[in-house]
């Protein structure tokens, strides 16, 4: 699906207009790997961030490793609204990003999940490690997923099979590479996502059969 023009929908739809369809999408992943950043990037309203400053109990909690320059974290969630009324299907895309410490994952993570077309899990080369508890998690929850590798500043740069291949991925499960500070690339990867889940809806449907 082409990448369309990022502009916000009107606030009142005249009548008589194409409606936008909503969907909601998570975008998951370990701590620090860009969640809200990247919510940030493409959100037409304020995000809303939950956000707060790391503290000293959570220095034996939070693997900082790499991350020194990091003194905040999401403790429930991110939100962010994306329209997009020149896509092929005109859609508002409603964002949830979901905190990445293990200690979250359960209710909280189940919640955000609740109601979703699919969900983006980031992953920082520098510590994959961390993105196995999110990969592992919509694999058994069985809502579509892919993987999109944040390419931060100094990072080696890997090949996105070989991304694969180290996270056990199987190849219906899409790999793209992305810098979440970059609204069009973040517009593009929102797209994959929405193109995943509907070909997944699809062969869900005819297996069904």
Known sequence: MPVPTLRPADPVQPPGTQRLLP???VIAGGFGVGKTTAV????????????????E????????????????TTVALDFGRLS?????????????GVPGQDRFVGLLWEDLARGAVGAIVLVDTRRLDISF?????????????????????????????????????????????????????????????VDHASASASASLQDAR
């Open 40 to 55: 940030a990037a493409v959100s037409e309203i304020k995000p809303l961030s939950t956000e707060e400053y790391l503290t």
């Open 57 to 72: 109990p959570g220095a034996g909690v939070d693997d900082l490793t790499g991350l020194q320059d990091k003194d905040t």
């Open 133 to 193: 508890s999110a990969v592992t998690y919509y694999e058994h929850l069985g809502l579509p997923f892919i993987v999109a590798v944040n390419e931060f500043d100094g990072a080696h740069r890997y090949e996105l099979e070989q991304i694969r291949d180290a996270l056990g991925l199987p190849g219906r499960v899409p790999v793209i590479a992305l810098d979440a500070r970059d609204p069009v690339q973040v517009a593009s990867t929102l797209l994959t996502l």
């Open 23 to 25: 969907l909601k999408i």
């Open 84 to 96: 997009l009324p020149d896509a092929p299907i005109p859609l508002e895309l409603f964002l949830f």
